[in-house]
């Protein structure tokens, strides 16, 4: 398994203009993120949604113009928006716009109220499914017809005649196309067929793991090897200066802040990559743990029944927690560090101290 990549997801629709969407894009890019991702909506799920929706690849194409290195894309365009011939231009402008920095995510739309709010026909889900496929067939057409020669496609919805296929992308043959979601037999087929990388949106780990075993097994059944795809995920993550503010951040879009049922431990991505290990943290990242170390601490250990001190190996002390009793000792890269006080005793971590007071300090993280 290659590092893991941490990219940026944002979901404008429920209140965010283009100069917002560019802030998070520059602050991303300058942070290290290796791509900035937004939604494909035109309604808020939840709250007024003020200012109101922006177009994604309309969005997209600006910040082509106005960031330098970050890869760019959706999460995912909705196929019911756009006929296929227009988005596979759209497309591959802003691939050309950004100097190749497109990542192409396609999904058959899901969203009933957003299409009746804006005169968009909404079709059964099984005829959405039937012209997400053939918008990927004629999209992936279009972009590998060669120079000179004409693309034509006769299809139950779409049909395409001696279209030249132009413009092409600046990426070739064409930008990473990503799908996604939980279904059964049609969407791992499709990935098998079409797809760069496979995403599940804000799915349990449980389900995570069964979803990617099924189109691990439809991508070899189609004759790719399975480790050709990128298997990806989204997570729902609140941030902020204390743990106040990340409560409040949450409750804007009613969730509760409890950082470690969001956490994947290396134990479970172990279990679904067999073979895999983390790689060690560069100083950077390490030093971006600090804080998320300290505040997981202090909800977790609050009741430790010791002053209980959080260590690297080379004595950088993290958090130090407690106002007396005997002193215990947790000592482990950051990473680890930060698994322990989310409670999970696989954390490669050690312990000096009393043994009995180590045992207490663990026991003092249940009930989280």
Same mark, same amino acid.
């Given at each position: 398994?290659? /590092? ?22 520059? %602050? ?28 994604? &690849?309309?969005? $997209? ?12 894309? %959706? ?36 969203? @009933? ?24 067939? #004629?999209?992936?057409?279009? &972009? =590998?017809?060669?120079?000179? @020669? ?36 049609? *969407?791992?087929? $499709? ?8 995403? #599940? /949106? ?20 189609? =004759? ?30 009613? !969730? ?17 990559? /067999?073979? &895999? ?42 958090? *130090? ?5 005997? !002193?215990?000792?947790? %000592?482990?890269?950051? =990473? ?11 954390? !490669? ?20």
């Amino acid at each position: 398994m290659s /590092p893991v990549d941490f990219r940026i997801f944002v979901e404008p629709q429920q209140g965010a203009g283009y100069s917002d969407q560019l802030a998070v894009a520059r %602050t991303a890019e300058s942070a290290g993120y290796s791509a900035f991702f937004r939604s494909d909506h035109y309604l808020a799920m939840s709250g007024d949604g003020l200012p109101g929706p922006t177009d994604s &690849w309309v969005t $997209l194409a600006g910040l082509a113009r106005e960031t330098t290195t970050i890869r760019l894309g %959706t999460m995912v365009t909705s196929a019911t928006f756009r006929h296929p011939g227009p988005l596979a231009i759209s497309v591959a402008q802003v691939d050309e716009m950004s100097g190749g920095r497109v990542e192409f995510g396609l999904g058959a739309g899901w969203f @009933e109220a957003e299409h009746r709010a804006y005169a968009i026909p909404f079709p059964t889900l099984g005829e959405r499914f039937d012209r997400l496929t053939e918008q990927l067939e #004629i999209i992936t057409g279009l &972009w =590998g017809t060669p120079a000179g @020669e004409t693309f034509d496609y006769s299809g139950t919805h779409y049909s395409v005649s001696e279209s030249p296929g132009l413009p092409k992308p600046a990426q070739t043959p064409h930008p990473p196309i990503i799908l996604g979601g939980m279904g059964a037999k049609r *969407t791992p087929a $499709l990935t098998a067929r079409f797809a760069t990388e496979f995403n #599940i /949106p804000f799915a349990p780990l449980d389900g995570l793991i069964q979803q990617y075993a099924r189109v691990a097994a439809a991508v070899e059944d189609a =004759g790719r090897a399975k480790d050709s795809l990128t298997y990806s995920a989204a997570f729902v993550l609140c941030a902020g200066r204390d743990d106040a503010e990340i409560a409040r951040r949450a409750a804007a879009i009613g !969730r509760e802040a409890n950082v470690a049922e969001m956490f994947i431990h290396h134990e479970d991505v172990r279990r679904a990559r /067999p073979g &895999w290990e983390p790689r060690p943290l560069d100083d950077q990242t390490a030093s971006a743990l600090r804080r998320p170390v300290q505040m997981m601490a202090r909800m977790t250990l609050r009741k430790a029944p010791a002053t209980v001190v959080l260590a690297t190996p080379d004595g950088d002390t993290l958090a *130090t927690l407690g106002k007396g009793g005997p !002193r215990v000792q947790v %000592t482990g890269d950051p =990473g680890e560090l930060l698994m322990f006080a989310a409670g999970r005793d696989e954390a !490669r971590v050690d312990f000096d101290g009393p043994a009995d007071t180590i045992a207490a300090v663990k026991n003092s993280r249940a009930g989280l």
